[in-house]
């Protein structure tokens, strides 16, 4: 066991002497903690990250290893002695909790940076931030941000947005949604000027979701931005409360209405919200809202055939869009709640936007002792499902993204449109794909059928963003 134990140690030291790049990081607050450490010189990598020998996790490694740890990235059921390095991903960021094997306790914080964060934090800085204009040069394009040829270019972006809807369509106006807050941007081309921001209600929201209309027919937008404040305790797990920020678009500016816990989903001329349960990520009916007088108010029930507030989309009088499970969708009749259709295409999923739920009886890894216990866990809402016109429009997700073995991300994303001809159920791609992640989108205002995509070479949101125009195919 030694021997296998110290071939696996020398893998991992070529590994790393390797594959490791000269943008490798330090961790400020780990390094100490082993230094001083006196127990048994092993730890264990645990955690949400898929794969813990991806790129981005081998600085990490490397530092164990200098120190004299051997380290594990298989089940490490029963260590008792040693140290934990426990990852949990937030808002893109990826954390590094690590603790004593025997007591659980906490020694030290850390995060992970990606590549792609040091790159731009560091480009950033030499570029205004009211003012970014991105010339067609390879350096400054996402890595191979599209299979088509466009003739327009990607728009690079200082923060790392998770959400993009219209503000003012008259202006050229669109909010984007980061953990920084709500930022309105206006495009002029690939000319984007920062006009308004409107930071989030706490520190510690991760953006959710962000939705756009105008509900009280005034003519000026209203925006919904939904955070997940996320409850964590040691041996109890994460909660995720959930909460909605009411903003109105008036004279380029952001004025705060309204902060309140639930779901909010607005469209072009209505809105609807749902709560979140004790132990379910939705609770109680969707129910309609309601704007005057510069205050919002739930409503009736609306006709939501049983679902929760993201799944379903009306796109006619008798039929709705519907998400069924993560990736897969159909159509469900308003009238009977009863699935219309099926459609066979797999859409994908993505970890950008989770909601953590507690689990009201834990489970249990292995053995009973309270450190084996699973307290919650995630759900995963759909992607941005958009209404237009008689067809409805979605993202579907078929980039994978890097892992060790693998190396950079492979595949693409694209939009795709679901109609209804009768009573059948079509499907196609009238845009191209793009070999980058596609996390959000919008219609540009008066432009026939032509599409701003929110782009991030990492699916969880982590990577360099940018903006990219999309036409129609031929």
Do not use: C
């Not at 089940?75 to 990826?94: D, H, I, Q, W």
């Not at 270019?153 to 993009?164: D, G, N, Q």
């Not at 921001?197 to 209203?222: A, K, M």
């Not at 995963?380 to 991300?409: M, N």
């Amino acid at each position: 066991m030694k021997k296998m134990r110290a071939l696996f140690v020398i893998y991992l030291l070529l590994l790393v002497g390797f594959a490791v790049p000269s943008w490798a990081q330090t961790f400020p607050n780990i390094e100490p903690a082993l230094q001083a450490w006196q127990g048994e010189k092993e730890v264990q990598i645990t955690g949400d990250k898929n794969d813990p020998l991806a790129s981005d996790l081998l600085p990490l490694i490397e530092v164990f290893l200098k120190h004299g740890f051997a380290v594990r990235t298989t089940s490490g059921v029963g260590m008792t002695k040693g140290l934990n390095a426990e990852l949990r991903s937030t808002a893109g960021e990826t954390m590094i909790v690590l603790k004593r094997n025997s007591d659980q306790a906490i020694i030290a914080l850390d995060h992970i940076r990606s590549k792609s964060e040091n790159a731009t934090s560091s480009a950033a800085s030499e570029v205004p931030a009211t003012t970014r204009t991105l010339s067609s040069t390879a350096h400054n394009r996402p890595t191979n941000a599209s299979r088509h040829a466009s003739k327009h270019a990607p728009i690079a972006l200082e923060t790392k947005p998770v959400a993009l809807v219209q503000a003012d369509p008259e202006k050229n106006i669109f909010a984007l949604l980061s953990t920084q807050g709500i930022m309105l941007i206006q495009l002029q081309g690939t000319h984007l000027r920062t006009i308004a921001r409107q930071p989030p209600p706490q520190d510690n929201f991760r953006p959710l979701t962000l939705s756009s209309g105008d509900l009280n027919g005034d003519g000026h937008f209203e925006l919904a931005a939904t955070w997940a404040e996320d409850i964590h305790g040691i041996y109890e797990g994460t909660d995720s409360r959930i909460w909605t920020q009411f903003l109105e678009v008036q004279r380029d500016k952001l004025q705060l209405l309204a902060l309140q816990p639930g779901y909010v989903r607005l469209f072009s001329s209505s809105g609807a919200a749902q709560q979140r349960g004790s132990f379910n990520a939705f609770s109680g009916p969707v129910v309609s809202l309601e704007f005057n007088k510069g205050r919002v108010k739930t409503g009736k029930p609306a006709p939501w055939a049983g679902r929760n507030l993201f799944d379903l989309t009306p796109f006619t009088n008798q039929y709705a869009f519907v998400w069924l499970e993560p990736g897969k969708s159909g159509t469900v009749s308003l009238a009977d709640k009863k699935v219309h259709g099926r459609l066979l295409e797999d859409f994908g999923t993505s970890p950008l936007t989770q909601v953590a739920v507690k689990l009201e009886d834990p489970v249990f890894r292995s053995g009973f002792a309270k450190e084996d216990r699973i307290m919650e866990t995630y759900v995963e809402l759909p992607p941005r499902t958009l209404r237009l016109g008689s067809a409805i429009l979605t993202i579907q997700h078929g980039r994978k993204p890097d892992s060790f073995l693998r190396g950079t991300a492979e595949g693409t994303d694209q939009l795709a449109r679901i109609r209804m001809k009768g009573e059948e159920t079509l499907l196609d791609h009238p845009y191209p794909a793009v070999e980058a992640f596609i996390l959000d989108f919008a219609p540009v205002p008066d432009k026939n059928e032509v599409m701003l995509l929110l782009l991030n070479e990492k699916n969880d949101g982590s990577g360099r963003a940018f903006m990219l125009y999309q036409e129609q195919k031929p």
